[in-house]
């Protein structure tokens, strides 16, 4: 058992060493230096990574006016000071799920992960449910308000993905308790197929999991 053990843990030390190269610090704007051109930006308190792979047929996959987009719904219990979402398609070479990560059986099974798409993310919350007593006992489709949109971002080291950072009372809008989705779409007039990795982080620390499909199964 020790004998197989030891390089199971070098690969694992390894691909986490290449998998940080591989990706640009997802870091908050929260506390952040501006040294001239530069700025330097803290971690989050918490991160998640979650990978998938869209094909025909996704279960996560909705419409709506017309547009797919792959839908997940969190809750979050306490007010935020910050959450940070960003998208990146396809999953970057060399990059994998490592412990802690989600990654969904599509992302392992499917024959389109070398296919990306030019990301567009949105977040949302839910008007009205911002306990989980009025989660449990209010089953009919809420009304949501739109907190913040992203197509290209210059900040990604491809600039076709995209990044939200939300600060809790920046602009009016205001990270309080209660039900969120994040939208994942294209901007462009093409099928919404490929891999993606979608990477979340917040202060203070809270992981936004478990995602679900369907907000009525949190």
């Not at 930006?41 to 547009?67: H, M, Q, T, W």
């Not at 219990?77 to 412990?99: C, H, I, M, Q, Y």
């Not at 290209?152 to 809008?173: A, F, H, Q, T």
């Amino acid at each position: 058992m020790k004998s197989s053990f030891l390089p199971l843990l070098f690969l694992f030390l390894c691909s986490s060493h290449s998998n940080a190269q591989r990706l640009s610090l997802f870091g908050s704007e929260t506390n952040k230096r501006v040294y001239g051109e530069q700025v330097n930006r803290n971690p989050y308190d918490a991160s998640l990574s979650y990978f998938e792979c869209i094909d025909p047929g996704n279960a996560f996959v909705v419409k709506e006016n017309g547009k797919e987009f792959y839908t997940l719904y969190f809750f979050i219990e306490d007010t935020l000071t910050e959450a940070g979402f960003r998208v990146l398609s396809p999953v970057p070479e060399l990059t994998s799920p490592n412990k802690g990560h989600l990654a969904t059986e599509d992302y392992y099974n499917s024959k389109n992960k070398n296919k990306g798409f030019n990301s567009l993310v949105r977040i949302s919350k839910a008007d009205g449910l911002e306990t989980r007593n009025e989660l449990l006992n209010d089953k009919s489709e809420p009304s949501w308000k739109l907190m913040g949109e992203n197509d290209d971002s210059k900040e990604m080291d491809n600039p076709k993905n995209s990044l939200i950072r939300i600060v809790n009372g920046k602009n009016n809008i205001f990270l309080a308790p209660g039900l969120y989705r994040i939208q994942i779409s294209t901007s462009e007039k093409e099928e919404l197929i490929g891999s993606f990795l979608l990477q979340t982080g917040t202060i203070p620390a809270v992981q936004l999991s478990p995602l679900v499909s369907d907000w009525r199964k949190l």
